[in-house]
């Protein structure tokens, strides 16, 4: 029984992990840029989220603003911050992103205070209990949404014409170019609904915790970037299943290993351990 | 090129002689993290250090001078806080240095503090070795070990409660809770039925909480901060886990309560701030607080808002700024301050009541209070 | 020069030593390190716990060097394995990982770390000097080898890694050297540190001081030692320069770190040899 329950808050701590880290797959399928900004998108999806549903008593309208603001904060960073990058060493974009992120805490802590924020009351926190198990409504929407979201986003990539074109241009884009796709439109889409996909993550979250703080993006960053290599960058379905492997690892490895080992350092060992077996991580790259 | 030079020039030249211009003031020095992770904390020390320096000198000041508060942002860090320390001692020329900040950064405050001889308190910091520093330094709160203990007698002696569950903040002040609290479990009858641990960043307990759940304890002794114990309590309760909960003074923050909605009903913490007190000191500071701030005061706020009344206290009774008097002066100091009576041990730990409080009806209210000298006894060394 | 000048200049010279130290990795190699800070750690762990065995400074200050050296060895030996991509992420990996273990370890300190570390011994401002005389010695080292056969190699590794394994260079060795030379010179940075402290804590030496190590060496251009030793100098004295505005300096920085990337990715290296040539032509 406690297995079960376990595995089943697996499952929902990666679900959180797989919507946040598969922006940032995407981003560096198409860019090779480590996009560490991507989890400054998240707390603001969280804030906004929060915010929003505050002042007019509804989630979607929420969530909605939530996704739209930060979609469009995204492609912004692309055209300020990315774009001017792109033939320059990759340290140049991984240093910019951070001092980026460093900059939007700051400015969320300075613009919504240090204490956090809270809804006032919080939706989907009703009880349901399925065989023995007490789940918040918001557990389960995490799973469900996490499933949704990111199983019809490989399916786009794999059996859609707008897949296939991101997948050319990330293949070569000067040759999908010439086949009149256009790598631009692509990035700027791939910002668009990898920055709103963290803000759906981060509304999830504060809906999971009922807590919004400036620092809130700094531990799913990492996570990420750990298993976005794990599941192959730029591979959709693989960060996904990382993204679950590693909820399960984390939540066994808390109760259990817990005394030998910090729980975000159990990400990075694991995906260490994996990269000495196989340096090319779980899955292959895209 | 050149106009950014002379721009340069007046920057560095202000912050050199910025601070001292004020000269016919006393100095006290308040080192706290008003940026980075614990950015909270530091606002809200920071807030009740300033009321008591308000308060002070709209009555007069003290020897006939104004008290002048110079604040530094250490971010919580050790590193940043020895050239804060070193900057207080050396260019501001301060009296007194309190800490408003973290262990990490207190300590190592601490150590230049005595080296100068310069007193030093730590309003809510509760390393041990801070204290063990020399003896120009202070502690006005509880170490972790007095008062894990008190949480131990809590939950066993006034709440009669047999089977523990630990669930245990890793790191200084959570370890050192864990420690008081094992210490004296036997003694209380308590048997620790598990121990689990979790750190400073989590805000999700999914493992953790299922795993206490099939432990079925009789109550949980979780030690944390608002921003972790609020998401802590209220996963508990959404699974399921109706048993009582015991916090500590981490908890003590009106934030705790509306993170955790109606799931903080119930929980109580050992902690020294007493809502429902009637003693002025405490009344008084509640009630200024809020007007200050904006919002309800916490412990934080509480503690460093009495460093600064023993420093001050003890500052007029030495009726000089020679910080060897001033220092003679805290130690044998007795005052009624709104965290409880401070008067301190030979190692400059404070031996006073622990307040238990409980969130009734949404609101922190009174519990209990213990008063077992022997139980909440600081070490001499 | 009072105390607080002295601690500072100490905490700049110490900084230096680190900085250099990652520029010989990042800067000569080409390999984007972001687990640098662990090695700072291991040798301010090795110091701070030979220190308190009653070992005399130079011996522990050499124990530090060489332990945070051999595991720099084998950490790089492991990192070989992986390709450019990754090794910025294995390498934050690292820093996780070098906090999460020390924290656990009651040996270590545990979450408390280690206090009551002994005093160098030395006057103020003689450990100054000290430090001064260890950063010196790091510049010159860096400077040397700049020069040598090993920088020639250094370079063309990374630039080009295929074109000079084809040249007949063998990149896992002097990979490998720059790493443990890198990581070695860092394990005495973090010696210097905890004389300097006396108290050491797990948490100063995780992923966010290895970030900005790294930055310092980014905004002084990497690959060059003396915008890397400026950009130090501007770094670890800003935010002194800057108390009065308190509140706004780590947003301060965040701007300046992405400015500088953004508008001027050589760094101050870049930016001086941009005004040198317009000087010239």
């Known amino acids: 029984m406690l297995f079960i329950e376990l595995f089943i808050q697996g499952l929902i701590q990666g679900s959180t992990y797989a919507i946040i880290a598969v922006g940032l797959t995407l981003v560096y399928g198409l860019l090779r840029v480590l996009h560490v900004a991507h989890a400054g998108l998240f707390t603001l999806g969280a804030y906004l989220g ?32 990315y774009e001017p990058m792109l033939n320059k060493p990759p340290y140049v974009a991984l240093i910019a992103s951070i001092g980026l992120y460093i900059g939007m805490e700051e400015l969320f802590r300075l613009v919504f205070g240090p204490f956090g924020l809270s ?16 789940l918040r409504a918001c557990q389960i929407i995490a799973v469900v949404t996490n499933v949704v979201l990111l199983g019809g986003l490989a399916w786009v990539a794999q059996k859609t014409r707008i897949g296939t074109g991101w997948r050319a241009t990330v293949d070569d884009p000067q040759m999908s170019a010439c086949f009149g796709i256009d790598p631009i439109k692509v990035r700027y889409r791939v910002f668009f609904a990898g ?44 960060t996904l299943i990382a993204s679950l492997i590693l909820g399960i690892i984390e939540a066994f490895g808390t109760i259990y290993i817990g005394d030998f080992l910090d729980r975000d350092a159990i990400a990075f060992a694991f995906l260490i351990i994996v990269l000495m077996i196989k340096p090319t991580g779980l899955f292959t790259s895209r | ?227 972790t ?111 409880g009576t401070i008067e301190f041990n030979s190692l400059g730990e404070v031996s006073k009541n622990v307040q238990n409080q409980i969130v009734k009806n949404g609101e922190w209210h009174r519990h209990s209070v213990i008063s077992d000298p022997k139980l909440l006894a600081p070490p001499e060394k | 020069m009072g105390l607080y000048e002295i601690s500072l200049a100490t905490g700049v010279g110490i900084y230096i030593i680190l900085a250099v130290s990652l520029n010989l990795i990042t800067g000569y190699c080409g390999q984007i390190s972001l687990g640098h800070a662990a090695f700072y750690g291991i040798g301010a762990y090795t110091v701070a716990l030979l220190s308190k065995m009653g070992w005399p400074m130079y011996l522990t200050l050499g124990a530090g060097f060489l332990v945070a050296g051999i595991i720099g060895t084998i950490i790089g030996l492991a990192s070989l394995r992986v390709k450019e991509d990754f090794l910025a992420i294995v390498t934050m990996g690292v820093a996780f990982l070098f906090v999460g273990i020390v924290r656990q370890q009651e040996f270590l300190g545990g979450e408390m770390g280690i206090s009551g570390i002994p005093s160098h011994g030395m006057s103020k401002p003689g450990y100054l000097a000290l430090v001064c005389g260890f950063a010196i010695l790091s510049i010159l080292f860096s400077w040397y080898l700049k020069r040598s056969w090993m920088g020639f190699a250094f370079d063309a590794v990374a630039d080009d890694e295929k074109t000079a394994r084809v040249l007949g260079l063998d990149i896992k060795a002097y990979k490998l050297t720059a790493f443990a030379m890198g990581t070695a010179i860092a394990g005495l940075a973090g010696g210097l540190y905890a004389y300097y402290t006396r108290f050491i804590v797990p948490d100063t030496f995780g992923f966010i001081e290895s970030v900005t190590i790294l930055s310092m060496v980014a905004v002084g251009g ?26 706004y300096r780590l947003l301060l920085y965040g701007v300046l770190l ?15 040899s941009y005004l040198v040539k317009r000087k010239e032509g």
């Open chain 1, 195 to 238: 920055s709103a996909l963290a803000a759906v993550a981060g509304v999830l979250v504060a809906l999971l915790t009922n807590l919004v703080e400036p620092t809130m993006g700094a531990v799913p960053s990492y996570k990420s970037l750990a298993i976005i290599v794990l599941g192959g960058l730029g591979n959709v379905m693989g």
């Open chain 1, 119 to 134: 809804f006032s009351s919080a939706p989907l926190q009703t009880v349901v209990v399925v065989f023995g198990i007490h």
């Open chain 1, 50 to 81: 929060v915010a929003v549903t505050n002042q007019t008593g509804s989630l979607s309208l929420g969530i909605l603003v939530a996704a739209l603001a930060a979609g469009i904060v995204g492609m912004g960073i692309y055209r300020l911050v």
């Open chain 3, 222 to 247: 990497i690959g060059s030692i003396f915008g890397v030793v400026i950009a130090t100098i501007l770094l670890v004295l800003m935010p002194e320069f800057f108390r009065f505005i308190n509140d």
């Open chain 2, 229 to 339: 114990a609020g998401p802590l309590v209220s996963q508990l309760r959404a699974s399921g886990v109706t048993c009582t909960v015991i916090g500590q003074e981490g908890y003590d923050s009106d934030k705790f309560i509306a993170i955790a909605g109606k799931a903080a009903e119930g929980v109580i913490i050992t902690t020294s701030l007493d809502r429902d007190s009637k003693a002025p000191e405490t009344a008084d500071f509640i009630r200024e607080f809020e007007k200050l701030a904006g919002y309800p005061a916490d412990m934080v706020a509480a503690s460093a808002h009495t460093a600064v009344k023993v420093a001050a206290l003890a500052i007029k009774q030495a009726n000089s700024t020679d910080p060897e008097k001033i220092r003679d002066e805290i130690a044998g100091i007795s005052l009624k301050a709104s965290t």
């Open chain 3, 258 to 272: 992405f400015s500088v990337m953004r508008f001027a990715p050589q760094g101050l290296a870049g930016f001086f």
């Open chain 2, 1 to 227: 090129m050149k106009k950014l030079r002379w721009v340069l020039v007046l920057c560095f030249t202000f912050s050199c002689f910025g601070t001292g211009w004020a000269s016919d003031t006393i100095k006290i020095g308040f080192n706290a993290p008003l940026t980075g992770f614990a950015a909270s904390d530091g606002k809200s020390s920071t807030l009740g250090a300033k009321l008591a320096i308000k308060q002070i000198n709209e009555a007069g000041g003290i020897n006939g001078k104004n008290l002048e508060l110079i604040v530094y942002d250490d971010q919580a860090k050790a590193s940043q806080s020895i050239p804060i320390a070193n900057k207080m001692i050396g260019q501001d020329k301060v009296v007194v240095g309190i800490s408003g900040s973290y262990s990490a950064p207190t300590r190592s405050a601490a150590g230049i503090f005595q080296e100068a001889k310069i007193p030093y308190i730590s309003a809510y910091a509760i390393h041990p070795d801070i204290t063990k520093a020399g003896d120009y330094v202070f502690r006005t709160s509880f170490l972790g070990e007095v008062q894990g203990r008190a949480g131990a007698k809590l939950i066993g002696e006034i709440l009669g409660k047999k089977r523990v569950v630990m669930i245990t903040l890793k790191n200084d002040f959570g370890k050192s809770l864990a420690a008081g609290f094992k210490e004296k479990a036997k003694d209380f009858g308590i048997h620790i039925v598990n121990e689990y641990e979790y750190s400073i960043k989590d805000r999700q307990f999914g493992a953790i909480v299922a795993k206490v759940k099939s432990d079925k304890p009789d109550a949980i002794y979780a030690s944390g901060y608002y921003f």
